[in-house]
């Protein structure tokens, strides 16, 4: 039987490769990993953020503790999609347009996306009580939504099965999804 390479013993098959070739393959080889590596690090920058938090030890005012009071006394009410009071449950954007409508009487859009679209950004400031602050968590800017309430904590109704909870923007899951804060209401 004439001897190929698919049918040498592995010590054979490495024997019948010239030092050239092996050398243009480590090459190769490295070349991949590097454009690889490159690859997942640039796929980080498809969904733009602050390049750094902001300084949620810092204490700011813009006048609207009260709708972060508001928001506040709501903990505890349950989870519900598409729900927009305290009796019936509330989803992150039905709370935010829930608290701004009884509170600082300012009508919301319904949806997260287009809340996301109104007030203006605060890049990366220090958002004060009563400011929104958006997160990514289904692979859009502004997926999810909750108020700041001061000391590096925001109100909000995370998911199915929850409740309205407080909860600290720093925590390791937060702070990686944060996207922005927004300043809706000035006073």
């Known amino acids: 039987m004439q001897q190929t390479l698919f049918n040498l013993v592995p010590n054979q098959k490495a024997r019948k ?51 972060s009071i508001a928001a506040i006394g709501l903990v505890g009410v349950p989870y ?48 004060a009580p009563g400011d929104l602050v958006f997160f990514n968590t289904q692979g859009s800017r502004y997926s999810h939504v909750g108020i700041y309430v001061g000391k590096g904590r925001f109100v909000h109704a995370p998911s199915k099965g929850g409740t309205v909870r407080l909860e600290k923007i720093t925590s390791s899951y937060w702070s990686q999804r944060y996207t922005e804060a927004r300043r809706i209401v000035q006073r």
Do not use: H, M
């Open 17 to 67: 490769f010239s030092p050239s070739f092996s050398l243009a393959f480590k090459n190769i080889k490295k070349t991949l990993i590097v454009v690889g590596a490159c690859s997942l690090l640039s796929a980080c920058a498809i969904f733009p953020r602050f390049s750094s938090l902001p300084d949620f030890d810092k204490e700011v005012s813009a006048g609207t503790e009260d709708i």
């Open 80 to 127: 519900r999609y598409g729900g927009n009071t305290p009796k019936g449950g509330f989803d992150c954007s039905g709370l935010i347009g829930y608290v701004y409508q009884n509170t600082a009487n300012k009508k919301l859009p319904r949806t997260t996306e287009e809340i996301g679209q109104i007030g203006i950004s605060l890049g990366n400031n220090t958002p």
